[in-house]
């Protein structure tokens, strides 16, 4: 996945993108509004569109949304679709009782250790159904929602495949920098003290230093579509020595327009390779590709009800001129945290950021418009509390995995509701309670 300093910026401009602080006539705290509940939307497997753009099919070296120079389209919407005060996970459910362990899993000593000395006993659903069905060789489709443990239920088969087969080849796609540098990270502490090699190809870094670990021998390459298939023309990386591929996060790299990179660069990979698929959802799109390129694949969906039934959900009103005075009256509860706020557009968060620091309230950013750098010592500060607001376009709405988040802020409407659920569900995580607020403007 390559830079996008060549397309040209967005000239785009929002009237709800000034932050410009204007004392506030009606009051700055804004106003959460309940609409009737018989008009709620079921979220259950809904794909509805709010907008009708597709994302651009250039590669991105951040993962971020192609803007195109034209402005954001605005999305129609229906905001009843954002409030559910009475989340279904108020109600306890019934612990998931594992047909395995893992040494049930039989596999190397060394990884079941490693798994034990990071304190994990039991596997999670996916892990316990899923596992089996890789050790055995066979194609698999994961359905599952980030926080599931679906890293670990395809590295740690494909770990011990490597450990008995000396001569595999991973190659592992995802959808954006954050969440290849997260495998990575995971990679690491399964595979400790295992003499296996691995190495992350992502855009936005210097290309140079990955040229360079790929004349190493790797048994994993993780990385970006865009990025991969630059490299593979480069012949720096040969698809024909790949016996093993994971599409991780598929609709999300499907919905940013990757998919012909995605095709290319499974085109090229040995026909006997085995495909690993995980989605959250599974569009018409996805199932193409599940048809075309993999051999009879096993299903196991561990899917709950949508996110968006188990997290708490409401609306604040405001008016465009005092949009920034409404978000800041938020943040001056006690209750919000640890924070993250969604923007349309890479300038605007990033002066959003700005104006937030200004007014008293530590925030990072991340956008496609900054560097790898940079936005890992952005989610750093976040994760380790020295922010407390960190926002960013839907760049980060997948493969940023930070523990207590407890509010979610769309500060601009998502285009799609796929892109809605995948920003709620940053809070909310396992068993803790999350709250996502949605801002819509008042008419």
């Known amino acids: 996945m390559q830079t996008n300093n060549s397309r040209r910026p967005s000239t785009g401009r929002r009237p709800s993108s000034d932050f410009s602080r204007r004392p506030s006539s009606a009051g700055a705290g804004g106003e959460r509004r309940s609409f009737n509940r018989d008009t709620q939307a079921s979220t259950g497997g809904d794909r509805r569109r709010f907008g009708t753009r597709r994302p651009s099919s250039s590669r991105s070296g951040g993962g971020a949304r192609p803007s195109g120079g ?26 998931y009782q594992p047909k395995h362990t893992f040494r049930d899993f039989k596999l190397d000593k060394q990884i079941s250790d490693n798994v034990l000395a990071l304190g994990i006993e039991n596997p999670s659903p996916i892990q316990d159904q899923i596992i089996p069905l890789i050790i055995e060789g066979k194609d698999v489709i994961g359905l599952a929602e980030t926080g599931t443990g679906k890293t670990a239920a395809f590295l740690l088969p494909l770990i011990d495949k490597t450990m008995r087969e000396k001569n595999q080849v991973t190659l592992i796609l995802t959808p954006t920098r954050e969440l290849a540098l997260q495998i990575e990270a995971e990679f690491r502490k399964f595979g400790a003290n295992l003499k296996q090699f691995s190495t992350t190809c992502v855009g936005g870094t210097n290309i140079n230093p990955q040229l360079r670990a790929l004349r190493r021998n790797n048994h994993f390459i993780i990385g970006t579509p865009g990025r991969i298939l630059d490299l593979i023309e480069r012949k720096a990386l040969r698809p024909n020595i790949i016996t093993n591929v994971v599409l991780d996060e598929a609709d999300r790299m499907l919905d940013m327009g990757f998919i012909h990179d995605m095709r290319k660069i499974l085109a090229g990979v040995s026909a006997n390779r085995q495909t690993l698929f995980f989605s959250a959802t599974m569009t018409d799109e996805a199932e193409r590709l599940v048809n075309d390129f993999m051999r009879n694949p096993k299903t196991i969906s561990v899917k709950k009800s949508d996110t968006t039934k188990s997290i708490a959900q409401d609306v604040v009103l405001f008016e465009h001129t005092h949009k920034f005075d409404t978000l800041l009256a938020l943040l001056s509860k006690d209750e919000l945290k640890r924070v993250i706020i969604f923007g349309s557009m890479k300038h605007s968060v990033e002066k959003l950021s700005q104006e937030l620091y200004k007014n008293g309230i530590k925030a990072e950013s991340i956008h496609g ?7 890992q010592r952005s989610l750093n500060a976040f994760k380790s509390g020295q922010a407390r607001v960190l926002v960013a376009t839907d760049v980060a709405a997948r493969g940023i995995h930070v523990d207590n988040v407890t509010h979610v802020i769309n500060y601009d409407l998502p285009n799609t509701f796929d892109d809605y659920v995948h920003r709620i569900g940053r809070t909310g995580r396992g068993t803790m309670r999350g709250e996502a607020l949605t801002f819509v403007p008042r008419h």
Not at 78 to 93: F, G, L, R
Not at 369 to 375: D, L, T, Y
Request: charged share 25%; net charge positive; aromatic share 6%.
């Open 70 to 95: 034209r402005g954001r389209k605005q999305p129609s919407f229906d905001p009843s679709q954002y409030i559910n005060k009475n989340p279904v996970s108020a109600t306890p459910e019934v612990a």
């Open 369 to 375: 418009n900054k560097s790898h750098g940079q936005r």
